[in-house]
């Protein structure tokens, strides 16, 4: 049983476009991260999201964590070839001391 | 002010060999994550530690697995007789402590073949 589910797990659209990656479970998370992993390195964290409601922004991927923190997507707005990789959500859920992962979107952009 | 360090970064075992794989957190972290990573997927969770002390192994297969954070050293994930089913790439993590919204730095894992 997947704690945490991503959608798509796979996307694949033209450079220039939007696309939001979609983060959801059951569960409810005291905070919850996105990573983003390259391939043959470890994964590299991009935000935390902490607070219900709570929107993060970097530069052109803007991050937003439900209400009931439970939820989680991240948007992506004029996508760049160098966007490219592995997109992880992980939360840290309440009473857990760990990170629950995720399966992971794997994005690709087109020139 | 160095990140996470994992050696070797690719290990290659014959099947009923022993692996053993070693994380370096980051300086003033003291507590570490161990995950697998199967081909296109997400990582799993295998243990907690830290110094000295095993915090949550509910990840880890009841045989042949083991892991240790000394006072000293760095911290060793074991593998003993390694089948292919093991082979995945192993990260780990540390955080400065545990508890609510703990930020993990991954490093680079290791690749373990077991041919």
């Known amino acids: 049983t997947q704690l945490l589910e991503q959608s798509p797990q796979f996307l694949s659209i033209q450079e220039g476009e939007n696309l939001t990656v979609y983060c959801n479970s059951s569960?409810?998370?005291?905070?919850l991260q996105w990573y983003r992993q390259e391939p043959g390195e470890g994964p590299v964290l991009l935000v935390t999201v902490v607070t219900g409601g709570e929107v993060k922004k970097l530069k052109r991927l803007t991050f937003q964590f439900g209400d009931a923190r439970k939820d989680s997507s991240l948007h992506i707005t004029a996508a760049q070839p160098g966007d490219t990789g592995l997109y992880l959500c992980?939360?840290?859920?309440?009473?857990?001391?760990?990170?629950?992962f995720g399966q992971g979107t794997r994005l690709t952009i087109n020139p | 002010n160095a990140g996470v360090m994992q050696n070797p970064r690719h290990l290659v075992r014959r099947r009923g060999q022993e692996a053993r794989l070693r994380c370096s957190p980051m300086?003033?972290?003291?507590?570490v994550y161990w995950y697998r990573q199967l081909p296109e997927e997400g990582l799993k969770f295998m243990v907690y530690l830290q110094k000295e002390n095993i915090i949550d192994e509910s990840g880890m297969p009841k045989e042949r697995f083991s892991a240790e954070f000394p006072k000293e050293g760095p911290s060793i994930l074991r593998i003993q007789q390694v089948v292919r089913g093991d082979s995945a790439a192993y990260f780990c993590?540390?955080?400065?402590?545990?508890?609510?919204?703990?930020?993990?730095?991954f490093g680079q894992g290791t690749r373990l073949t077991v041919v």
């Open positions: 992980a939360g840290d859920i309440q009473g857990a001391q760990k990170l629950v």
């Open positions: 993590a540390s955080s400065p402590w545990r508890g609510l919204n703990t930020e993990a730095f």
């Open positions: 569960s409810v998370f005291s905070s």
């Open positions: 300086k003033g972290h003291s507590h």
